[in-house]
């Protein structure tokens, strides 16, 4: 066990971060990365964010959410709306926070009655939820309605959302790994016993349902300041499907295979671009494959790490 | 004053009462049976008791600190708060988490550190992964499984699987342990073992426990008091001497040996 924050294989990490980073970087700088790659790149990104967002409330929580690009919305129109009237990297990290907060007691008020369901339910009446806050924001004066807001200024670029990125991820996988992590794993294992072991369900599984919604807001926050235009039509029932999709076809539980499928079908999307209809029908293929042959997803619930690296290298 | 106390204490599913006006009482330190027939309605009792199942009727008291607290129709996470703790018969560990996690989970009622700390791994996050891992790998020495600790829950076998069971629940510090069927599908070996264990947790650890087993031998060898439950309700209490005699628990068992 380690003993603290400083040590090898965090150090490795970290490394591994950088060199991703300085490399993203590079291609950008000598142009390989044009304006068009970028906007994928951008995506891919933020949708990783979104993805291991959900996998949290899913994967480790094993509560089955539909109601994720609600949470994406709030974030998106409050931190755009501060944004506007503060266009600054401070009016940034501003918007961040307050989307961040806004979004959490959102998704509390949403958690409260709708956790208490099970399975079919609790995916069905997130997924009301999150239509109710995207048709509330298309109601709204202030949110200007369905047309959206346009002209929000671009503060985002890409170290922006690669450092949102890592923290995200640092946050998800150290709760993850924590005691009130084991918590949200034992519910998903087995609620029953999970009670009986003194694990208060409701704490825990709003817990989950809280903190996958803030990073979410995170997310929508960055969209919205990187792509300048949002509106309502972006956060349907649609997008929580695509981010459910990257999850799954990833693997339940699985941050790694969250990232690989973010990649993956965000790479897959751009080259299919040219062909729209194909891309559907491409799209819904591979699904119903992973589906037949791998229902665990890509990796399962199997996470990378530097120490199972050098126990296989060692081996 | 009693440990445990109920008083009436009834459940209904339906039209059937699976338990029915049930007395039973709890002192500290005890080793207690409860045996009865298939459906006879002893994990229903523990239900009630460990705040799986409301009750239909009646009262279930605990001594908490120096008064009765009523703790009928409790949440199970509150009861498991206040001191009891359970194995399952249709053994329910968390399956795709290791074994000293299932131990560690249990303590987690305890543990002294917040969120923050678990998101920015502070020096209290470590201090206290650490605790808890120690105790966990105490725990699993008792129960002899200190090998496997980073095995799967669901790879071990049946045996150790009940094993672990106990473990769990010892971890969250218990003063009152109920085991359903510890030694079902065991061998006589295992048997044996368990038996031993069962005495040691109940000497060195003070425990007072409850236990449900169709292993006479194993109930007659340990336990201090047996109870029977038949059709839900409870037709003997005594010694295990009285209850080997006792006219309508032969009756319930139709003469099956005692
Ligand atoms: N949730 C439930 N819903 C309906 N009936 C139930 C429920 N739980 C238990 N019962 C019924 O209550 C009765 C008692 O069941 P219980 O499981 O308590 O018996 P038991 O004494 O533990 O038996 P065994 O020795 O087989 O484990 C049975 O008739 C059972 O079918
Ligand atoms: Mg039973």
């Known amino acids: ?315 | 004053m009693a440990l445990l106390q109920t008083k009436r204490l009834t459940r209904n599913f339906g039209g059937l009462a699976a338990v029915s006006d049930v007395n039973l009482t709890l002192e500290d330190n005890e080793l207690v049976g409860l045996i009865g027939p298939n459906g006879a309605g002893k994990t229903t009792l523990f239900n009630l008791l460990t705040g799986v199942y409301e009750p239909s009727k009646g009262t279930i008291e605990l001594r908490v600190g120096k008064e009765m607290q009523s703790i009928g129709g409790m949440k199970a996470h509150k009861v498991s708060q206040l001191g009891l703790a359970r194995t399952f018969q249709n053994i329910r560990l968390f399956k795709n988490m290791k074994v000293y996690e299932n131990v560690t989970l249990a303590m987690h009622k305890d543990c002294k550190y917040g969120l923050l700390s678990a998101f920015l791994r502070l020096p209290s996050f470590y201090k206290e992964e650490q605790r808890m891992y120690d105790k966990a790998m105490e725990l699993l020495k008792l129960v002899g499984l200190d090998s496997k600790k980073d095995e799967l829950a669901k790879n071990l076998p049946y045996g150790e699987q009940r094993r672990l069971e106990i473990a769990r629940a010892m971890a969250t510090n218990p003063t009152i342990l109920f085991l359903d069927e510890p030694a079902a599908g065991m061998n006589p070996q295992e048997t044996h073992d368990l038996t031993e264990l069962i005495r040691k947790i109940k000497e060195e650890y003070n425990m007072t426990i409850l236990l449900i087993e169709h292993d006479m031998s194993l109930v007659m060898n340990v336990c201090e008091r047996i109870y029977v439950l038949d059709y839900g309700r409870m037709i003997a209490n005594g010694t295990p001497e009285e209850i080997k005699h006792n006219p309508r628990v032969i009756e319930a068992y139709l003469g099956e040996e005692v």
């Open chain 1, 1 to 315: 066990m380690n003993k603290g924050v400083i040590n090898k294989l965090n150090a490795c990490w970290l490394l591994l971060i950088i060199v991703i980073y300085a490399l993203i970087q590079g291609l950008i700088g000598v142009g390989i990365l044009n304006y068009y790659y970028q906007i994928t790149l951008i995506t891919i990104c933020l949708n990783i964010i979104l993805a291991i967002s959900l996998n949290l409330v899913i994967g480790v929580c094993g509560q089955f959410s539909l109601g994720h690009a609600g949470f994406m919305c709030v974030g998106a129109y409050v931190g755009a709306l501060i944004v506007q009237s503060n266009p600054t990297i401070v009016g940034l990290i501003i918007g961040l926070v307050v989307g961040m907060i806004f979004s959490g007691l959102v998704s509390l008020i949403v958690a409260i009655p709708v956790l208490r369901l099970r399975g079919d339910y609790l995916a069905i009446a997130t997924l009301g939820f999150a239509e109710i806050i995207r048709i509330i924001v298309q109601n709204m004066e202030i949110t200007k309605g369905a047309s959206g807001l346009t002209n929000i200024p671009k503060m985002t670029s890409f170290t922006i959302v690669y450092i949102a990125l890592v923290l995200a991820l640092i946050v998800i996988v150290n709760f993850g790994r924590s005691s009130h992590g084991r918590a949200c794993i034992a519910i998903r294992e087995d609620e029953i016993a999970a009670e009986a072991m003194g694990i208060n369900l409701t704490r825990y599984k709003c817990t989950a349902f809280v903190i996958g919604a803030m990073i979410a807001a995170v997310a929508g926050t960055l969209y919205a300041t990187y792509f300048r235009v949002i509106k309502p039509d972006i956060f349907s029932f649609n997008k929580s499907i695509d981010i459910l999709v990257i999850v799954v076809f990833g693997g339940m539980g699985s941050m790694t295979g969250s990232i690989i499928a973010g990649i993956v079908l965000g790479l897959i999307n751009m080259f299919l671009q040219p062909y729209a209809e194909l891309r559907m029908i491409f799209y819904a293929i591979s699904i119903v494959l992973i589906m037949i042959f791998r229902p665990q997803g890509l990796l399962g619930t199997k996470e990378f790490t530097f120490s199972g690296l050098r126990k296989k290298g060692g081996k």
